[in-house]
Nanobody, 118 residues
Framework: QVRLVESGGGLVQPGESLRLSCAASGSTFRTYRMGWYRQAPGKQRELVATITHSLSTAYADSVKGRFTISRDNDNAMNTIYLQMNSLKPEDTAIYYC??????????WGQGTHVTVSA
């Protein structure tokens, strides 16, 4: 069983930066891919960025060039990060960490709030 804990959310002004972290514990050795998703009020949850065990990354068009997903430098997929720069009010959402393993089992974190407002 895997547990995910997100941290790093908060209130920032437009143009500022935040760094989110997601720590995975438990049976992480089966991890294939981890990623960040977000859900704004009244909207569906959407993909933000993903990273695979082989370090392949993917981003939503809306965050390309502003957000960067990364992981710890060891070979284990235990902690991933989302560096968010040039934040905009439309980035306001609850950000969730997601883990997919090689058995196609998915685990979600509890989410962390990001608010971008002047």
């Amino acid at each position: 069983q895997v547990r995910l804990v997100e941290s790093g959310g908060g209130l920032v002004q437009p143009g500022e930066s935040l760094r989110l972290s997601c720590a995975a514990s438990g049976s992480t050795f089966r991890t294939y891919r981890m990623g960040w998703y977000r859900q704004a009020p009244g909207k569906q949850r959407e993909l933000v960025a993903t990273i695979t065990h082989s370090l392949s990354t993917a981003y939503a068009d809306s965050v390309k060039g502003r957000f960067t997903i990364s992981r710890d430098n060891d070979n284990a997929m235990n902690t991933i990060y989302l560096q968010m720069n040039s934040l905009k009010p439309e980035d306001t959402a609850i950000y969730y960490c997601k883990l997919d393993d090689y058995r196609a089992v998915t685990t979600w974190g509890q989410g962390t709030h990001v608010t971008v407002s002047a």
